[in-house]
């Protein structure tokens, strides 16, 4: 190896050259000589270490560990060896320019330029060192969720954080690695979910030269003979429709919904077994898109981005909740051993996304109101003096019973009070609930509103997850961690004691998440509404459209109080009753 002898002083002004006069003059070189190499890493930290404007927290840390880790290899370059680049050098780069085979965009990270070789300018040398050691370490902050680094951000409902490396790790991992480059790509998720939807990715790309029909916007006005709308553009692509001409043979209006495309429409209409109004709604949108969402990268790139969040191991067995699906999975050494449907929260009141384990299941439970309900619903109808009783409810206050038409509303704060309602067949959680603590206050039970299940959206709930045939969920939970029979668990349901407890010796995962696309069992790609816009707020976020993102209240901020106004009361009112029917058949 060619070993050339540089001054400390001038490994110093290598750097400072690249940002000072174009005619600055380079100091003769002192006695004390650095190697070509340590003048490299010499200058590097300096670049490190001088300001920086517009750096992300993450870029920040990323430096900060770089410029240290340089003085443990006792200033040895990591990617240069001579005046060229190294073979694991050229292996880091090749990776990287890979990236949108993962779902990252390869212009994210700065690299050397193409083709490199052997490089004679010092300053390119350094450049080069700085530039593939810094893209390194952005490229696993990314793989590993980076690009989002705080989901709460978008929104208080998506309680996740992605599964970072410390860059110190990365570094330390990197250069004691024989192939750097299979080291970066190990990083990105090993689930199957994420490998499934990265090939679908793939061979989206690979099919695009393929011709594909116009796609409607999934979502839109109401169109109609004399609308005016983008969209009536569009349609008139997907229904093959020449361009409009005006009286005179020039090109008319063809945002205009006209007579034309309303006679069109109502052929497609009459041909798909619909009723021909002429009318563009949401069900013949989405007739027009084959009834599905259109498939594109960043639906797919989103929901990857979805699995960097997720904790590495998901756990021998586990209970898997999809919200845009309504639907829960029990998933045991990989395969799915049961699944089935489920109602979620309303799009005001969302069941959040967040992982946290299963501790308890109880049979027979109590339903203690939360202080949302308490404030936001009850409270109203009890200044209007409904009764709580006559629906199975009951009010205590320091332990003691209290009648609740005894208090005054005005004057007392109802989230100093206990109201719950005791095990029965009206009881909102129905014969079990399944535990797993959580600051969000939400967990999975039972209910008596069975019909709902049977709704094809099914957003019905103040937060937690209604699930149907509870039971049987009991019974594969509770085989698992004691063993018991089926038929075991049937007689606790009924002969034991209300709100019977049975606290598991091992927790089983509970992991809620929202993938709005998903390969299934048979390899088929499945789609779902973004019924919550979280895949909406994913998209922006990774374009960097911030100020775009749909924002809602922190659902975890403190009940505000609001004093109810008092009514005189009335034995024909009915508000307790429709407050009843909706906390009833939607908590």
């Given at each position: 190896?060619?070993?050339?002898?540089?001054?400390?002083?001038?490994?110093?002004?290598?750097?400072l050259?690249?940002?000072?006069?174009?005619?600055?003059?380079?100091?003769?070189?002192?006695?004390?000589?650095?190697?070509?190499e340590?003048?490299?890493?010499?200058?590097?930290?300096?670049?490190?270490?001088a300001?920086?404007?517009?750096?992300?927290?993450?870029?920040?840390?990323?430096?900060?560990?770089?410029?240290?880790?340089?003085?443990?290899?006792?200033n040895?370059?990591?990617?240069?060896e001579?005046?060229?680049l190294?073979?694991k050098?050229?292996?880091?780069?090749?990776?990287?320019?890979?990236?949108?085979?993962?779902?990252l965009?390869?212009?994210?990270?700065?690299?050397?330029?193409?083709?490199?070789?052997?490089i004679?300018e010092?300053?390119?040398?350094?450049?080069?060192?700085?530039?593939?050691?810094?893209?390194?370490?952005?490229?696993?902050?990314?793989?590993?969720?980076?690009r989002?680094?705080?989901?709460?951000?978008?929104?208080?409902y998506?309680?996740?954080?992605?599964?970072?490396?410390?860059?110190?790790?990365?570094l330390?991992?990197i250069t004691?690695?024989?192939?750097?480059?299979?080291?970066?790509?190990?990083?990105?998720?090993?689930?199957?979910?994420?490998q499934?939807?990265?090939?679908?990715?793939?061979?989206?790309r690979n099919?695009?030269?393929?011709?594909t029909?116009?796609?409607m916007?999934a979502?839109?006005?109401?169109?109609?003979?004399?609308?005016?709308?983008?969209?009536?553009?569009?349609?008139?692509?997907?229904?093959?429709?020449?361009?409009?001409?005006?009286?005179?043979?020039?090109?008319a209006?063809?945002?205009?919904?006209d007579?034309a495309?309303a006679?069109?429409?109502?052929?497609?209409?009459?041909?798909?077994?619909?009723m021909?109004?002429?009318?563009?709604?949401?069900?013949?949108r989405?007739?027009?898109?084959?009834?599905?969402?259109?498939?594109?990268?960043?639906l797919?790139?989103?929901?990857?981005?979805?699995?960097?969040?997720?904790?590495?191991?998901?756990?021998?067995?586990?209970?898997?909740?999809?919200?845009?699906?309504?639907?829960?999975?029990?998933?045991?050494?990989?395969?799915?051993?049961h699944?089935?449907?489920?109602?979620?929260?309303?799009?005001?009141?969302?069941?959040?996304?967040?992982?946290?384990?299963?501790?308890?299941?109880?049979?027979?439970?109590f339903?203690?109101?939360?202080?949302?309900?308490?404030v936001?619903?009850?409270?109203?109808?009890?200044?209007?003096?409904?009764?709580?009783?006559?629906?199975?409810?009951?009010?205590?206050?320091?332990?003691?019973?209290?009648?609740?038409?005894?208090?005054?509303?005005?004057?007392?704060?109802?989230?100093?009070?206990?109201?719950?309602?005791?095990?029965?067949?009206?009881n909102?959680?129905?014969?079990?609930?399944f535990?797993?603590?959580?600051?969000?206050?939400?967990?999975?039970?039972?209910?008596?509103s069975?019909?709902?299940?049977?709704?094809?959206?099914?957003?019905?709930?103040?937060?937690?997850?209604?699930?149907r045939?509870p039971?049987?969920?009991?019974e594969?939970v509770?085989?698992?961690?004691?063993?018991?029979?089926?038929?075991?668990?049937?007689s606790?349901?009924?002969?034991?004691?209300?709100?019977?407890?049975i606290?598991l010796?091992?927790?089983i995962?509970?992991?809620?998440?929202?993938?709005t696309?998903?390969?299934?069992?048979t390899?088929?790609?499945?789609?779902?509404?973004?019924v919550y816009?979280?895949?909406k707020r994913i998209?922006?976020?990774?374009?960097?459209?911030?100020?775009r993102?749909?924002?809602?209240?922190?659902?975890l901020?403190?009940?505000?109080?609001?004093?109810?106004?008092?009514?005189?009361?009335?034995?024909?009112?009915?508000?307790?009753?429709?407050?009843?029917?909706?906390?009833?058949?939607?908590?």
């Amino acid at each position: 190896m060619r070993r050339t002898r540089i001054a400390a002083a001038t490994a110093t002004c290598a750097i400072l050259s690249l940002c000072g006069p174009a005619n600055a003059v380079e100091p003769d070189p002192p006695q004390s000589l650095l190697t070509l190499e340590e003048g490299v890493a010499f200058n590097v930290r300096e670049r490190l270490r001088a300001p920086a404007k517009n750096l992300s927290d993450g870029d920040r840390s990323d430096r900060e560990a770089l410029a240290e880790y340089y003085v443990t290899r006792a200033n040895k370059p990591i990617w240069i060896e001579g005046d060229g680049l190294t073979a694991k050098a050229k292996a880091v780069i090749e990776e990287i320019r890979r990236a949108a085979d993962w779902g990252l965009d390869a212009a994210d990270f700065d690299l050397p330029s193409a083709g490199i070789e052997n490089i004679s300018e010092r300053s390119a040398v350094v450049d080069a060192e700085a530039k593939i050691s810094l893209a390194a370490l952005k490229y696993a902050r990314f793989a590993r969720g980076g690009r989002i680094p705080k989901p709460r951000e978008m929104s208080s409902y998506l309680d996740r954080d992605p599964q970072l490396i410390s860059p110190v790790k990365v570094l330390e991992q990197i250069t004691a690695t024989s192939d750097p480059g299979g080291y970066l790509a190990s990083l990105h998720p090993k689930h199957a979910g994420f490998q499934k939807l990265r090939q679908k990715l793939l061979d989206l790309r690979n099919s695009k030269a393929q011709d594909t029909p116009v796609q409607m916007p999934a979502s839109g006005p109401l169109l109609k003979e004399g609308t005016r709308h983008p969209d009536v553009a569009i349609l008139r692509k997907r229904l093959d429709m020449p361009a409009p001409e005006a009286g005179d043979g020039s090109p008319a209006d063809p945002e205009l919904f006209d007579a034309a495309v309303a006679d069109t429409v109502k052929e497609y209409q009459r041909e798909n077994g619909m009723m021909a109004d002429g009318i563009i709604g949401s069900r013949t949108r989405a007739a027009l898109n084959g009834g599905k969402r259109r498939v594109d990268e960043g639906l797919l790139i989103a929901n990857m981005e979805e699995w960097r969040w997720m904790p590495e191991d998901l756990g021998h067995m586990y209970v898997w909740v999809n919200l845009p699906e309504y639907k829960f999975r029990v998933v045991k050494d990989g395969q799915v051993i049961h699944q089935e449907r489920i109602i979620i929260g309303q799009t005001d009141k969302q069941t959040p996304v967040f992982s946290h384990e299963l501790e308890t299941v109880v049979l027979h439970p109590f339903w203690a109101v939360p202080n949302s309900i308490k404030v936001n619903e009850l409270l109203p109808s009890l200044a209007r003096g409904s009764s709580l009783q006559r629906r199975g409810l009951r009010l205590q206050y320091n332990g003691r019973d209290v009648d609740p038409l005894s208090v005054d509303w005005s004057r007392s704060d109802i989230r100093n009070f206990h109201v719950y309602q005791p095990p029965g067949g009206g009881n909102v959680l129905g014969e079990v609930k399944f535990m797993f603590p959580n600051k969000h206050q939400v967990y999975m039970h039972d209910t008596p509103s069975k019909g709902l299940f049977n709704e094809t959206k099914r957003t019905f709930s103040h937060g937690c997850m209604r699930v149907r045939n509870p039971m049987r969920l009991a019974e594969i939970v509770l085989a698992e961690d004691k063993g018991w029979s089926a038929a075991k668990v049937q007689s606790m349901l009924r002969n034991g004691p209300d709100n019977q407890e049975i606290r598991l010796e091992s927790k089983i995962p509970v992991h809620v998440t929202y993938f709005t696309a998903v390969v299934d069992e048979t390899g088929e790609l499945q789609t779902m509404p973004d019924v919550y816009l979280h895949e909406k707020r994913i998209r922006l976020a990774l374009a960097g459209e911030w100020d775009r993102i749909p924002r809602h209240r922190d659902h975890l901020l403190p009940v505000p109080y609001v004093k109810p106004q008092i009514q005189t009361y009335s034995s024909n009112n009915n508000g307790f009753s429709s407050l009843f029917e909706s906390v009833f058949g939607g908590f």
